[in-house]
T-cell receptor, first 112, second 112 residues
Framework: NAGVTQTPKFQVLKTGQSMTLQCAQD?????MYWYRQDPGMGLRLIYY???????DKGEVPNGYNVSRLNKREFSLRLESAAPSQTSVYFC???????????FGDGTRLSIL | GESVGLHLPTLSVQEGDNSIINCAYS??????FIWYKQESGKGPQFIID?????DKRQGQRVTVLLNKTVKHLSLQIAATQPGDSAVYFC???????????FGSGTRLLVRP
């Protein structure tokens, strides 16, 4: 039982390149989330998917798109990467809203 | 906007002592609170949660206290061990919401 799996673990991009971060969970959770974490700070919500077939904006959605591919998978896409998007990205899942969210180990993304 | 904050960015304790990590929240509508532990290079790990109809909840070596009157949350760790060294985040939510709001974190250092 792997929990939440994120790929890749590390990535370096050039400004303007595109990239999709992958996330999969095996806990049969309904809800999935993408966060970013900048140095010395807490996590900020980018997008979330309350259930399969739905997505909604979080606190910092600009520059990102998401796709809830199926119940297990939720991807995050950067269409044109910018240095301000250098961060650690975490995916999480929960059974539903108002339930504990369980996190993957992150993707460390650097944009030059 | 409203957010969750922490009073102490770094806490240093002697191994075997008890640790207390504090958190203030400002959104009176929040009714669900979670503590997470984050080790270097890892994603946040769920420790314990509490709902607003309770003022205390205990887990294994951890206790969370909630004071709704002053909007204060604390995490107590008994007999602190070297493995407890990490950054601890409080987060707030409501039962009907998918948006978890994180504080900026407190680093706990355990001295041998």
């Amino acid at each position: 039982n792997a929990g939440v799996t994120q790929t890749p673990k590390f990535q370096v991009l050039k400004t303007g390149q595109s990239m999709t971060l992958q996330c999969a969970q095996d806990m049969n959770h309904n809800s999935m989330y993408w966060y970013r974490q900048d140095p010395g700070m807490g996590l900020r919500l980018i997008y979330y998917s309350a259930s399969e077939g739905t997505t909604d904006k979080g606190e910092v959605p600009n520059g990102y798109n998401v796709s809830r591919l199926n119940k297990r998978e939720f991807s995050l896409r950067l269409e044109s990467a910018a240095p301000s998007q250098t961060s650690v990205y975490f995916c999480a899942s929960s059974e539903d809203g108002g339930q504990p969210q369980h996190f993957g180990d992150g993707t460390r993304l650097s944009i030059l | 906007g409203e957010s969750v904050g922490l009073h102490l960015p770094t806490l240093s304790v002697q191994e075997g002592d008890n640790s207390i990590i504090n958190c203030a929240y400002s959104n009176s509508a929040s009714d669900y609170f979670i503590w997470y532990k984050q080790e270097s290079g890892k994603g946040p790990q769920f420790i314990i949660d509490i709902r607003s109809n309770m003022d205390k909840r205990q887990g294994q070596r951890v206790t969370v206290l909630l004071n709704k009157t002053v909007k204060h949350l604390s995490l107590q760790i008994a007999a602190t061990q070297p493995g407890d060294s990490a950054v601890y985040f409080c987060a707030e939510n409501s039962v009907s919401s998918y948006k978890l709001i994180f504080g900026s974190g407190t680093r706990l250092l355990v001295r041998p």
